[in-house]
């Protein structure tokens, strides 16, 4: 065969990645990162001690607490109006560990997260008006 066939060979089998890149992942985040509420917002902080602008989307990195509430919003598994429960924080906290056995990237922030839910005296509460 000659190199030059062999060239067309290679284009012809072009393989893509099975799974978005670091870097797609990453911006898909970052995107999903508009459709927090403020109260999310203000976990976030609690928990991790970071500050994401209200409405941004490119925002920059954002922690794993937050990619994962912002992924779960935009996805409409946290509808508007609905707040962030502790037993949506365990939801969370158990799907990962599902899904990753020792890798769970929201594990540190999970004690804070629930820690601040309480405090604020309404983290049990039901909204049913969604």
Known sequence: MSVS?????QQA???TPARPSARERHQHARDDAASLTERDRELIYQA???QIGEGQPNAGWINSLAAAIAADRAAGRL???????PAYLRDLSRRWEQAAPGRNP???????ALRYLSQRGDGNRLDVTA
């Open 106 to 112: 929201v594990a540190g922030y999970l004690e804070p």
């Open 48 to 50: 991790t001690g970071q």
């Open 79 to 85: 509808a508007p109006g609905q707040e962030v429960t």
């Open 5 to 9: 066939r062999l060239n067309r060979a």
């Open 13 to 15: 089998y072009s393989v």
